[in-house]
């Protein structure tokens, strides 16, 4: 198994659109059993140029799960189970502002968490924790992300705040136009969250970069979104998608530093709950998630 303190290791969850990756050397759909039951699917594994890598599709190839029915927990502990250090989200979304054009990528840096129907947490009772996702996303991860899709020709645009809808439905007008007018959300979706305070929770760097397929319902000159202007503009959006994830180990490199903004040590005053007064069954069960700090 990688060493997660000296080893890269990256994680890439591919949203709608986006179900496997190509390219890997060993490459081996492998299951991955959890204490917070089955991911989304099996996970793809492998190495690009050195570098270990997995591939989670977040709906589950064929795309089965609803951005409800996600496993979250599940997916997050199962990467960090096979030693992944870096989590990539890779996400369809619609765009509140003009400039943020279907086709365009936007490495996001916010989050405002509407979603009302999901775990949120790996803690609870018996083992209680709190950690700051006051910058929930990684600088050094949203840096190479940049970089990659810069290389590749797309259009990226750097931070923007990304409104978490529980969906399945998409928004009302008047949604659409609260979202951009009075909220200042920049993009859409239904998955990042709570995906990524669930990556904070597990100690892992997490960046998520936004492939804009529609404008919402917001835009006078373009109509409300559909799945066929969805998955018409993502056809294209995954095509770059792959080429930015494959240009990833070459910038992050093998040899992994600490993480400079601390992702890697999230829980080290999260916990509350004193040593004691846990339950040893929750203990066991953050055995992948929370291991470095519970011994
Ligand atoms: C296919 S349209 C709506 C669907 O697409 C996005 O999925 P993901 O974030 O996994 O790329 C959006 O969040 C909805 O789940
Ligand atoms: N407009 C939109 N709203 C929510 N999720 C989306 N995914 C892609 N476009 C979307």
């Known amino acids: 198994m990688a060493d997660p303190t000296t080893d890269t290791y990256i994680g890439v969850i591919g ?5 496997d990756i190509e390219g890997l050397e060993g490459a081996e759909w492998q299951n991955v059993d959890t204490p917070w039951g089955a991911p989304s699917d099996a996970i793809l594994t492998g190495t690009l140029g050195g570098v270990k890598m997995a591939f989670l599709p977040r709906h589950g190839r064929g795309h089965v799960h609803s951005p409800t029915t996600v496993p979250y927990r599940a997916n997050i502990d199962a990467l960090k189970r096979l030693g992944v250090t870096d989590v990539i989200s890779v996400s369809a979304c619609g765009s509140f502002r003009e400039e943020m054009a279907p086709g365009d990528f ?9 979603t009302l129907a999901r775990e949120k947490s790996f803690f609870g009772q018996g083992l209680v924790a709190h950690v700051s996702v006051a910058h929930p996303t990684c600088p050094r991860l949203g840096e190479a992300c940049l970089t990659a899709a810069k290389e590749v020709g797309v259009t990226v645009h750097k931070g923007g705040t990304y409104l978490a809808m529980e969906g399945p439905q998409f928004s009302t007008l008047a949604e659409s136009k609260m979202y951009r007018e009075s909220w200042g959300a920049d993009v859409i979706g239904m998955t990042n969250m709570p995906e990524a305070k669930l990556a904070r929770e597990a100690e892992l760097c997490y960046a998520s970069v936004a492939m804009i397929t529609d404008y919402d319902s917001w835009h006078p000159d373009h109509g409300e979104v559909d ?13 770059h998608a792959r080429d930015m994830v494959a240009l990833l180990p070459g910038l992050l490199g093998a040899a992994r530093a600490p993480c400079p903004h601390g992702c890697d040590r999230a829980l080290e005053f999260a916990l509350i709950t004193q040593p004691d007064a846990r339950d040893p069954a929750m203990v066991a069960k953050l055995d992948a998630v929370a291991g470095r700090v519970l011994g």
């Open 15 to 19: 949203g709608s659109g986006l179900y």
């Open 227 to 239: 799945v066929t202007q969805i998955i018409a503009t993502l056809m294209g959006n995954a095509a």
């Open 106 to 114: 936007v490495v996001v840096d916010q989050f405002i968490d509407r």
